[in-house]
Nanobody
């Protein structure tokens, strides 16, 4: 099986920074794309940023310039550097791994996985 675990969330003042990490564990062969999504209070889950194994990155338009996604393929870890945080960035941030190929027993399987989420609160 594959598990994703996020870390790095917390309380930060407006204008501050946080760095989220998401580590994938399991007998992973490859991950096609990893990304971050967030769900603000009372709202639906929305895209923050995605990075693919080919190096392509996609950001939500409203977050370009403040958030940066990066990936350490050897560690199966993805990061989200968040700068100049605003109160409206308050949300639960979720890590996603798309098309993960992993070994289960004597079989190779593929699937999509989500982390449990980490709370980010931007408030003075």
């Amino acid at each position: 099986q594959v598990q994703l675990v996020e870390s790095g969330g917390g309380l930060v003042q407006p204008g501050g920074s946080l760095r989220l990490s998401c580590a994938a564990s399991g007998s992973i062969f490859s991950i096609n794309a990893t990304g971050w999504y967030r769900q603000p209070p009372g709202n639906q889950r929305e895209l923050v940023a995605v990075t693919t194994s080919s190096g392509r990155t996609v950001y939500a338009d409203s977050l370009k310039g403040r958030f940066t996604i990066s990936r350490d393929t050897a560690k199966n870890t993805v990061y989200l550097q968040m700068n100049s945080l605003k109160p409206e960035d308050t949300a639960v941030y979720y890590c996603n791994a798309h098309r993960v190929t992993y070994r289960s027993g004597d079989r190779w399987l593929s699937g999509d996985y989500w982390g449990p989420g980490t709370q980010v609160t931007v408030s003075s």
